[in-house]
T-cell receptor
Framework: DAGITQSPRHKVTETGTPVTLRCHQT?????MYWYRQDPGHGLRLIHY???????DKGEVSDGYSVSRSKTEDFLLTLESATSSQTSVYFC?????????????FGPGTRLTVT | QKEVEQDPGPLSVPEGAIVSLNCTYS??????FMWYRQYSRKGPELLMY????GNKEDGRFTAQVDKSSKYISLFIRDSQPSDSATYLC???????????FGTGTRLKVLA
């Protein structure tokens, strides 16, 4: 998985609780992304980061926040989890030098909100 | 209408068949086109990418882009049971960092 780990790999949580997912990379890549994958929707971008403390929204950012205090870590926080946020979450990294053609994905976190 | 359309399948073929997987798109600004393979309960892995129009070949895989028709294809020759997976197309315009993915086509290659 190209030096990308995600934690936790599985989580069950209750509606209304905050949840933080972590993505860690050992590739020193500048760009990092958070996606969610749902049946019938494919992969949808939540937020992305183009450097330490530099982040921007994707197409489905409502209800999510991110932080990146170090190159290797990108955190995704669900401020108050809802059942509609039950999904599989993937982190990805991309290298500027390759013109961002290539993104490499982590193994995913399966989140269930009850 | 979604920016990228992809038939979800499933597509079942016998071993050794030639497989054709396709995506259509609506945004003429898309310049980079990628194909990812995703096995069940795994993250997507990059198979191939092409820039603008044309063909690209890598072993049993050929990626084809027809920008005039806004249509991209992935061909798999001599398909194997190990090719059974979901195949996702992805694309983005030059100068942005935001991929748009298709929903994926599930492929089953029968031994």
């Amino acid at each position: 998985d190209a030096g990308i780990t995600q934690s936790p790999r599985h989580k069950v949580t209750e509606t209304g609780t905050p949840v933080t997912l972590r993505c860690h990379q050992t590739e020193n890549h500048r760009y990092m992304y958070w996606y969610r994958q749902d049946p019938g929707h494919g992969l949808r971008l939540i937020h992305y980061s183009y450097g330490v403390k530099d982040t921007d929204k994707g197409e489905v950012s409502d209800g999510y926040s991110v932080s990146r205090s170090k190159t290797e870590d990108f955190l995704l926080t669900l401020e108050s989890a809802t059942s509609s946020q039950t999904s599989v979450y993937f982190c990805a990294i991309g290298a500027r030098g390759q013109g961002l053609r290539e993104q490499y994905f982590g193994p995913g976190t399966r989140l269930t909100v009850t | 209408q979604k920016e990228v359309e992809q038939d979800p399948g499933p597509l079942s073929v016998p071993e050794g068949a030639i497989v054709s997987l396709n995506c259509t798109y609506s945004n003429s600004a898309f310049q980079y086109f990628m194909w990812y393979r995703q096995y069940s309960r795994k993250g997507p892995e990059l198979l191939m990418y092409t820039y603008s129009s044309g063909n690209k070949e890598d072993g049993r895989f050929t990626a084809q882009v027809d920008k005039s028709s806004k249509y991209i294809s992935l061909f798999i020759r001599d398909s194997q049971p190990s090719d059974s997976a979901t195949y996702l197309c992805a694309m983005f315009p030059s100068g942005t960092y935001k991929y748009i993915f298709g929903t994926g086509t599930r492929l089953k290659v029968l031994a």
